[in-house]
């Protein structure tokens, strides 16, 4: 079913996320760049015009971090998926299993041009086998596996897959069996496609699965190799998946995802004219994608971003960050640095000791911290200038001086007084002496 160009009646068959300290912001805010990214596109509604012009039916390139849609033609139009509808299948499957557990390949009779490895009746591999099996060569014998082993059957395992896609909020999707093959009621969109791979590329052990180009699959009755029909996965080593597809309704489609420079970006390509053709135009959106992102930093190593008081000092301490913190953004994102410095500082400072830190964020959301230090050092404070420097200290010194002589003035009057005060008491004795003896003389 899945790559081989089969008729439509073929196909078509019933399936029932150290001083008192202030923090500062920063904003670095960078500016739009108009060339790249018209007004309009920034705003969310179309595509930027500079955006390749693809021959495929439908399109969208998104940047998962923040749903951001970088280029799309006809995103939202309903349309025949093929086996990407397998994204929803494993999406259930690592939802209630484990990748461990064992599942019996339930009865299953493909079209003779369906994709399949072969399984029989019967037999038992692991979850993990089956979505390999079932994301790589997209076996369609492996997804009516998993979908029995989930569910029971396969009409109980289609409700699911419908009440998933209204929980995850995909209003232009719609289920009719797990497989994708061409079928009334079996439908999506790009934009659904790609908010539904950005869930499943969250998962580490789905993103594992479908960045495999090849695998052994070793827990059924017989040992099997399978690899992976994704062109492009095998071609561009920074593309890490994701699922390939083609019916007669559908066309070719595909849905890659990549990550160049720490950047995921998830593109959608549905009704291509061939193989090659969807190949050619993912990697054109990706190209394109890529061509938006510019290494930015809020500021460079050794910038001056804030100043601190130097108690005693005249002079303030510049703060700098201890390195430059660059980020791959788009010329719509707002990168911005909040600082968190002291407002004043008191020495001894050595160049270069952490004094606060700098939190980097991009659109608000936090991707780094970065030391702030000491662009100079400070020596310690000296006694002279704890107590306010010279001016003060010849203050001090001048009214001890005062002081001293004030005293000294103070003892030398009361010496002098007491000096007085004992002549008048000798003359005083000396006269009474006297008279005593003219008395006694007289007698």
């Known amino acids: 079913m899945d790559e081989s160009p089969v008729g439509p009646e073929e196909l078509r068959r019933g399936r029932g996320g150290r001083g008192a300290r202030t923090t500062l ?49 006809a995103p939202g139009e309903q349309r025949s998926i093929a086996s990407t509808t397998k994204l929803m299948t494993a999406y259930l499957a690592l939802e209630d299993l484990r990748l461990r557990e064992r599942l019996t390949v339930p009865p299953y009779t493909p079209a003779p041009a369906e994709s399949v490895v072969g399984l029989t009746e019967g037999e038992e591999l692991t979850v993990r086998d089956l979505l390999l099996a079932m994301m790589l060569p997209s076996a369609n014998d492996a997804a009516e596996t998993v979908a029995v082993g989930v569910a029971g059957s396969e009409g109980d395992f289609v409700e699911r897959m419908n009440r998933a896609a209204a929980d995850l909020g995909l209003e232009d999707t719609r289920y009719s069996n797990p497989i994708g093959l061409d079928e009334i009621g079996n439908y999506s969109s790009a934009a659904d496609l790609a908010a539904l791979t950005t869930t499943l590329m969250n998962d580490g052990r789905f993103r594992e699965i479908v960045d495999t180009p090849e695998a052994d699959l070793k827990s059924g009755s017989v040992p099997r190799h399978v690899v992976s029909r994704n062109a492009l996965l095998l071609a561009d080593p920074s593309v890490d998946g994701v699922k390939t597809g ?22 959608v390509v549905l009704g291509a004219a061939g193989e090659s053709e969807r190949d050619a135009e993912s990697a054109r959106l990706l190209d394109y994608g890529y061509s938006l992102y510019e290494r930015r930093s809020p500021f460079e190593e050794g910038e001056e971003l804030a100043s601190a008081d130097v108690r005693y000092e005249d002079d303030r301490l510049a703060i700098v960050p201890g390195r430059r913190l660059a980020v791959e953004a788009r010329a719509d994102q707002e990168l911005t640095a909040a600082l968190d410095a002291p407002g004043s500082v008191e020495g001894p400072i050595d160049k270069g000791e952490v004094l606060g830190r700098a939190t980097v964020s991009l659109d608000g959301k936090v991707i780094g911290r970065v030391p702030l230090l000491a662009a100079s050092a400070i020596g310690a404070p000296s006694f002279v200038d704890r107590i306010g420097g010279a001016p003060v200290l010849a203050a001090i010194v001048i009214g001890a001086i005062v002081i001293l002589l004030l005293v000294v003035l103070a003892l030398r009057r009361r010496s002098a007084g007491r000096r007085r005060g004992r002549s008048a008491e000798e003359r005083m004795r000396s006269h009474n002496e006297r008279t005593r003896r003219r008395e006694g003389g007289e007698s």
């Not at 060339?35 to 390749?52: F, T």
């Not at 940047?63 to 951001?68: E, I, V």
């Not at 083609?246 to 593109?267: E, F, K, N, W």
Request: net charge positive; glycine share 6%; charged share 20%.
């Open 246 to 267: 083609h019916t007669l309704d559908a066309g070719y489609v595909l849905v890659s995802s990549a990550r160049r420079r720490g950047v995921p970006l998830i593109a």
């Open 25 to 73: 912001l920063v904003a670095c805010a960078l500016a739009v760049a108009l060339s790249l990214l018209p007004r309009d596109a920034v705003a969310g509604q179309d595509p930027p015009s500079a955006a390749p012009d693809l021959a495929a039916a439908a399109w969208v390139l998104i940047d998962p971090r923040d749903g951001r849609r970088l280029a799309a033609h």
